[in-house]
């Protein structure tokens, strides 16, 4: 039973376009994220939902929209998609009480716009 | 200046071999420290947690934290084909936000 699962794996689809991308996660945690990772695989926070609030949104462009439904699930919707929104996009989850700072990642989203 | 410095490598050694891998950091307020590993085409996985300085042994790894010169490292003793991975130094303030190393490629040779 996957702990952070995302859909879809794969997306491939070309420049103008809008997608997104789902995630779950059954291990009860407080915190979602969303990270993007480039080719290079440098792994860069863009988002953070704590109990459905969005607490952080670093400096993304506003055509990333999140929304988190409620605290097990938090989506990723992106408009009007780039050559540069190619990347692999990792959801993540964290328990608060009693912090850690252990993130579950799902298996990435890999999305490549043409 | 960036917040985390890692090495991206590729590192390539025999099986057998001792691993070093490290990173350094520039903000002070860092107090947990981690290394994740991600195989191919998977998702990070937590490997090794430190909170502050000092060292921290799990079998054939072991972390070591230098506060005072912004300086952590990760040790593979014995590697394996199998430790083969990418290693992503990973810190935090205690807050919500951790910071990620650019990773480094390790490859195993048997």
């Known amino acids: 039973d996957t702990a952070v699962s995302q859909t879809p794996k794969y997306l491939v689809t070309q420049m103008g376009n809008d997608k997104s991308i789902k995630c779950e996660q059954n291990?009860?945690?407080?915190?979602m994220y969303w990270y993007k990772q480039d080719s290079k695989k440098f792994l860069k926070i863009m988002f953070s939902?704590?109990?459905?609030?969005?607490?952080i949104n670093e400096t993304v462009p506003n055509r990333f929209s999140p929304k988190s439904p409620d605290k097990a699930h938090l989506n990723l919707h992106i408009n009007s998609l780039e050559l540069g929104d190619s990347a692999v996009y990792f959801c993540?989850?964290?328990?608060?009480?009693?912090?850690?700072?252990?993130?579950?990642f799902g298996e990435g989203s890999r999305l490549t716009v043409l | 200046q960036k917040e985390v410095e890692q090495d991206p490598g590729p590192l390539s050694v025999p099986e057998g071999a001792i691993v070093s891998l490290n990173c350094t950091y520039s903000?002070?307020?860092?107090?947990?420290f981690m290394w994740y590993r991600q195989y191919s085409r998977k998702g990070p996985e937590l490997l090794m947690y430190?909170?502050?300085?000092g060292n921290k042994e799990d079998g054939r790894f072991t972390a070591q934290v230098d506060k005072s010169s912004k300086y952590i490292s990760l040790f593979i003793r014995d590697s394996q084909p199998s430790d083969s991975a990418t290693y992503l130094c990973a810190l935090n303030t205690g807050g919500f936000k951790t910071i990620f190393g650019a990773g480094t490629r390790l490859f195993v040779k048997a």
């Open positions: 903000n002070s307020a860092f107090q947990y």
């Open positions: 291990l009860g945690h407080d915190t």
């Open positions: 430190t909170y502050s300085s």
């Open positions: 939902y704590n109990n459905k609030e969005l607490i």
């Open positions: 993540a989850s964290s328990q608060v009480l009693g912090y850690t700072g252990e993130l579950f």
